[in-house]
């Protein structure tokens, strides 16, 4: 009995070696993945991106998974919101462009998004009507690839699946005005993300931009960051546990441009992609 149990597990660990397998660890080395999460054919499915081609994989980025021989042209399916994370965290005053005179924070501030506010790629941004300024916020955002809770600055970057594009829309009338942020920042549509996450890659030295309408509104690299991807994970797992696919919005930089209703939005990040939604208004 005992050797057959031990056969079993080594035939699962086998079967488990021949997939291949991606993990943050490995990622974090240098091997350069990019990763889909998109709809075809009325289902959802994860996949590996090359070139203009998206190639479905049966599993999911956290942990075990093969490809399946199944490609698409990614401009036929739909993207979604790369990931379904637990909780969604992001930082407040992370670049000093940002900042303008006010002080550095002396720890990573961060407050919470909710994730019913992420919207994906092409998906419509809607003004609500109660709000008289709303602004564009260009980040980059970290997606957690394994249960993380009290890691060290050094080994943070193991629990990093990659980096995605994100637009933390901001009502900053409301943000001024209200005791708390959960509206101004959470509100449905406040939160898009996408189109793909990126492992392998230095996210502490990538060239963030932001456009209106073609237009550049913001541009920076990311090692403008205050506090970097290591030390935010860092210390926000010193907090809450963080969980696969959860998402840490990492601030914005400069001055934020106002949108109206008709604005095409794009979040744009090198080596990662360009995020892009409309701007309509409530009705």
Known sequence: MKRFFLAVIVLVAAGCA???????????AGRVIKYARFQVDGREAYGVVKGDLVDEIAGCPFGCWRETGRSYPVKDVRLLVPVKPTKVLAMAGNYASHLDQQPKPKNPELFFKVPSCLIGPG???????????????????????KRARNVSEAEALNYVLGVTC????????????????????????FGPCGPFVVSGINYDDLLLTSRVNGQVTQQQRTSGMVFNCSQIVSFASCHVTLEPGDLIFTGTMGKTPA?????????????????????????
């Open 18 to 28: 021949s997939t291949e397998r991606t993990s943050p660890a490995s990622t974090a």
């Open 123 to 145: 998906d419509a941004v809607v003004l609500p009507a109660g709000s008289k300024e709303v602004h564009l916020e260009g980040e980059l955002v970290i997606v957690i690839g």
């Open 166 to 189: 994100g637009n933390d829309i901001s009502a900053r009338d409301w943000q001024a005005n209200d005791r708390q942020w959960w509206r101004a920042k959470g509100t449905d549509t």
């Open 259 to 283: 949108i109206k209703a008709g604005d095409v939005l794009e979040v744009e990040i090198e080596h990662v992609g360009v995020l892009r939604n409309p701007v309509v208004a409530e009705k």
